[in-house]
């Protein structure tokens, strides 16, 4: 029997599992994960956090690792993110600025209040990603490149018509470190569920996509329902808000900032020249300890 502590902590809704392992130990069995994320089976969460102190990055306060529920590792999560900064902060590990390694790079965040364990950051998430290579989206047709070194801004995926069980309909695609496919739809009144999942697992998309389904509410501000891969429905994500703004942004429906009215709360969204920060909540919900047999685990706490 294996005695993992843990902490939790939730971002808008988006709950997650936070065991910190030092970095040689950080990997983690997809069959421990799936136990641990289980609602009835185990603690239940959106996904695991993986947090190794002191990082063996330059400059960065910790390295996280990101699994979802199914088992599969992600490139980060801007909720998952926001917690494990939480966690940090409130471990005394870091100040108000705090430096996190990910899958998809370094990240730096801003402390701008604290209310015992909630917390408010901004981080900084980076420019959006519109190669087709780098996303990677891989239509049947290419989507045009543009030379190298570049002469002229990068093609965006704008208005695509993604063929569907249902019919072709228009996306924007992007990354935010991870893939994303956004939909502007009228209303949620129909099964985007549905949807979602098929287009999570078009072929379209070789590393799978994380989608958002947005409603236009104002220049300003948006509503979204989200169906994000490895996971499924979930109350809200952190890059997929980024992407459903960036695609309002691009689709001349929305100017930064954008508010981003998600199932659980709210969360802000600024597109800049230097790339987009997402603002919102971080808080600790409990702490305690998972026991599990060890066939489900790939690593020990130390």
Known sequence: MIRTPFTKA????????????PAEAAALSPAWVRRICDRR???GADGVLVVSVPARAPEADA???IFNSDGSE????????????????????CGAQVSIRTGAGQKRLTLLSREENRFVFEMAM????FSAAAIPFSPSSPVPEPPEPAEKP????????LPLSGGPRKVTVTSMGNPHCSLAVEHFDWDWEALGAEIEKHPF???RANVEFYRLLSRREIEVRFWERGVGMTLSSGTGSCAAAVAAILNRQAESPVTVKTLAGELRVRWESEGVFLTG?????CQGEFFSPEEFSSAKPP
Do not use: H, M
């Open 74 to 93: 992600a490139e980060i999560s801007g909720n998952g993110t926001r917690c494990a900064a939480a966690y940090l902060v409130q471990a005394g590990c």
């Open 63 to 65: 390295v996280v690792k």
């Open 126 to 129: 980076g420019a959006p990603v």
């Open 10 to 21: 939730q971002g808008v809704g988006n709950d997650f599992l936070i065991v910190a392992l």
């Open 154 to 161: 990068l093609e965006k995926i704008v208005g695509f018509d």
């Open 41 to 43: 089976l185990g603690v």
């Open 281 to 285: 909540p971080a808080e600790i919900i």
């Open 205 to 207: 998309f070789p590393r």
